[in-house]
Nanobody, 124 residues
Framework: QRRLVESGGGLVQAGGSLRLSCAAS????????MGWFRQAPAKEREFVAA????????YYTDSVKGRFTISRDNAKNTVYLQMNSLKPEDTGVYYC?????????????????WGQGTQVTVSS
């Protein structure tokens, strides 16, 4: 059974850091472009970051560039999102997902398997 499990979320003050993990089972992350998305209350799910299968290319939404870093450890079948200098507007549920072979890296419709999400709350 394909499964993605996110962890590492929590409550942090503005300016703080968190490291999210996405552990996969029943699939090999090395076969997929991997993405992180987030969803704030009453808002649509939005793209945060993505990383290519070989980790040579990474992509970020403008609001997190310079603060967030996506990485992968294919040997551990895990993808990470290091989040620094957190802001209250980063608050939301963060999801990881496996990417389709085709489609834009920033579109949720370009991803198939999703985790259950982990809550990140940044207080001001």
């Amino acid at each position: 059974q394909r499964r993605l499990v996110e962890s590492g979320g929590g409550l942090v003050q503005a300016g703080g850091s968190l490291r999210l993990s996405c552990a996969a089972s029943g699939l090999s992350v090395s076969e997929y472009r991997m993405g992180w998305f987030r969803q704030a209350p009453a808002k649509e799910r939005e793209f945060v970051a993505a990383i290519s299968r070989n980790a040579l290319n990474s992509y970020y939404t403008d609001s997190v560039k310079g603060r967030f870093t996506i990485s992968r450890d294919n040997a551990k079948n895990t993808v990470y999102l290091q989040m620094n200098s957190l802001k209250p507007e980063d608050t939301g549920v963060y999801y990881c997902a496996t990417g389709n072979r085709i489609g834009h890296y920033g579109s949720p419709s370009s991803y198939n398997s999703w985790g259950q999400g982990t809550q990140v709350t940044v207080s001001s």
